[in-house]
């Protein structure tokens, strides 16, 4: 399968300070998404990162608050801004594209992020 | 949009015991994938099967996608079969990439 490396794996942070992570695959791939797990719950899409563009967020999530950079094919970031006790979730990188399996979808192994 | 219901939300089986988990959608999908979400939260993939039989060891999944649903059997569980099983799906109609997560299958094996 695909190789995604996600940093950090965790991290605890203080509310209202930000944190970026990080989001590298082995080989090029077409298409790379953000999803947010909050606990307990399943995985909701947070935005498709485009290459080279502005990320187009799904409904109830902002670029204010999350936004995302894609300047080439292997590699997105993931800024969760201004954070709050509510931004307590993982999130995961996903890849779709990958060519040995191009219509499959990959994950990181997340993000789990806890704020104070 | 489309929803995805994944049953049962729990569930609790003895070492070597058999399950059926099963997921339907309400619309038609290109893409349907089953992952299993380890205790330290690292989704792993299963199957990548919007339609027909598949077979990996212990698991195995079919989807019917004109009936809208699929199956995910495990056979013979192990206590590392443990963790949430979740089904996504691509609606037809949606953007390559792109899936919707049912609510996730919770699966303790006990020794």
């Known amino acids: 399968s695909a190789v995604i490396s996600q940093k950090p794996s965790r991290d605890i942070c203080q509310r209202g300070t930000s944190l970026t992570i990080q989001c590298q695959v082995d080989s090029q791939v077409t298409m790379m998404f953000w999803y947010r797990q909050q606990p307990g719950q399943s995985l909701t899409l947070i935005a498709t990162a485009n290459q080279g563009s502005e990320a187009t967020y799904e409904s109830g999530f902002v670029i204010d608050k999350f936004p995302i950079s894609r300047p080439n094919l292997t590699f997105s970031t993931l800024t969760v801004s201004n954070m709050s006790p509510e931004d307590s979730s993982i999130y995961l990188c996903?890849?779709?594209?990958?060519?040995?399996?191009?219509?499959?979808?990959?994950f990181g192994q997340g993000t789990r992020l806890t704020v104070v | 949009g489309i929803q995805v219901e994944q049953s049962p939300p729990d569930l609790i089986l003895q070492e070597g015991a058999n399950s059926t988990l099963r997921c339907n959608f309400s619309d038609s999908v290109n893409n349907l994938q089953w992952f299993h979400q380890n205790p330290w939260g690292q989704l792993i993939n299963l199957f990548y099967i919007p339609s027909g039989t598949k077979q990996n060891g212990r698991l195995s999944a079919t989807t019917v996608a004109t009936e809208r649903y699929s199956l995910l059997y495990i056979s013979s569980s192990q206590t590392t079969d443990s963790g949430v099983y979740f089904c996504a799906v691509r609606m037809t109609t949606d953007s390559w990439g792109k899936l919707q997560f049912g609510a996730g299958t919770q699966v303790v094996v006990t020794p």
């Open positions: 996903s890849v779709v594209g990958w060519e040995g399996a191009p219509l499959e979808a990959f």
